[in-house]
Nanobody, 122 residues
Framework: QVQLVESGGGLVQAGGSLRLSCAAS????????MGWFRQAPGKEREFVAA????????YYADSVKGRFTISRDNAKNTVLLQMNSLKPEDTAVYYC???????????????WGQGTQVTVSS
């Protein structure tokens, strides 16, 4: 069992930055690929970014490539999402997720956090 708790969301003006953090419980954090997803009102949950178990592999949605950076610290059981040059269309609830072994860009993750709201004003 893995428990995930996101933090760092908030209200920011367009062009600003936020850093989301996800803290994971358990001793097997390094055996999970980690991902960030988001869901805007009335829309389906969508992939944002993912990182492999070692942190050596990363994937991004085209809509955030070049603006967001995902990273992880296996010693601290945390995964971060640095979001720069934020746009109003980035407004959503952001979810952290864990998937056994292999990285994925779809929502087939095993564990999910409760989400943190990110609002970008124009």
């Amino acid at each position: 069992q893995v428990q995930l708790v996101e933090s760092g969301g908030g209200l920011v003006q367009a062009g600003g930055s936020l850093r989301l953090s996800c803290a994971a419980s358990g001793r097997t954090f390094s055996t999970y690929a980690m991902g960030w997803f988001r869901q805007a009102p009335g829309k389906e949950r969508e992939f944002v970014a993912a990182v492999s178990r070692s942190g050596g592999g990363t994937y991004y949605a085209d809509s955030v490539k070049g603006r967001f950076t995902i990273s992880r610290d296996n010693a601290k059981n945390t995964v971060l999402l640095q979001m720069n040059s934020l746009k109003p269309e980035d407004t959503a609830v952001y979810y952290c997720a864990a998937r056994r072994l292999l990285i994925s860009t779809v929502t087939d993750y095993d564990y999910w956090g409760q989400g943190t709201q990110v609002t970008v004003s124009s």
